[in-house]
């Protein structure tokens, strides 16, 4: 299969030509594609987060820890003194990157849910949410935001299926068809709970018709 640093630098090379490409094509600003290449170069990395001992996982989890104590130390700093501030932020960080990135290993499997069309729209919708209401961006540049994140996410699993064909041998490896897919067919309740994710998830997303006016527009630039 293809290593943290093909899918790394695949999905950020995709992403920033494509960033590229829409700021020619004047759908969005040179400084508002540059965080869309680093969101596919994310989204490159992000199904891996179920392999155990990836660089995936610690980057991702070590990530969130810090942007779980960024947010921490805005909400406390008016309610805790600095010595009680600092050791909550420690807290947030320990339990972060440490205790959540355990029980998340206890309960994730590799090539699992985390590899599949399924997780990988659903985590560009949850991208496109979070960007629309907490960051206050447009509704294009929020769906613009998902689709990066999920793009690389599909970069990633097109790279595992490619890298499970042995040209030399022509044969496929048995790894071959564990990534690209609908959902994990060994577990199909979790699909069935991830659906219910996107039913919930629904209500919050930024208005559809932005969605259709961005690609129509992306299509007719390169028509």
């Known amino acids: 299969m293809a290593n ?6 695949v999905a950020l090379g995709g992403g920033a030509l494509a960033a590229y490409a829409g700021w020619q094509a004047s759908l969005w600003s040179f400084n508002e594609g540059w965080p869309l290449a680093i969101l596919t170069a994310f989204g490159g990395i992000l199904p891996d987060i179920d392999s155990d001992h990836s660089h995936a996982i610690r980057l991702i989890f070590t990530l969130l820890a810090v942007l779980a104590v960024i947010a921490g130390a805005l909400w406390l700093q008016s309610r805790l003194a600095p010595g009680p501030l600092v050791l909550a932020c420690g807290g947030l ?3 972060v990157r440490y205790l959540a990135g355990a029980i998340f ?8 849910i985390w590899h599949s069309l399924l997780a990988s729209l659903l985590c560009g919708m949850g991208t496109a949410a979070m960007s629309f209401h907490l960051l206050a961006q447009p509704a294009p540049m929020a769906w613009a935001q998902g689709l990066a994140l999920s793009g690389g996410a599909l970069v990633h699993l097109l790279l595992d299926e490619l890298y499970s064909v042995d040209l030399v041998g022509s044969r496929l490896k048995r790894s071959f068809g564990t ?4 959902f994990d067919y060994r577990e199909p309740g979790n699909a069935v709970l991830w659906l219910l994710l996107g039913v919930a998830l629904a209500p919050w997303l930024p208005p559809w018709p932005t969605l259709l006016e961005l690609v129509n527009r992306g299509v007719a630039s390169w028509s």
């Not at 943290?4 to 630098?9: L, N, S």
């Not at 206890?106 to 699992?112: K, M, N």
């Not at 990534?179 to 609908?182: E, I, N, S, T, V």
């Open 105 to 112: 290993k206890r309960f994730t499997v590799h090539r699992g």
């Open 179 to 182: 990534a690209f897919k609908l």
């Open 93 to 95: 960080y320990l339990g």
């Open 4 to 9: 943290f640093r093909t899918h790394f630098g």
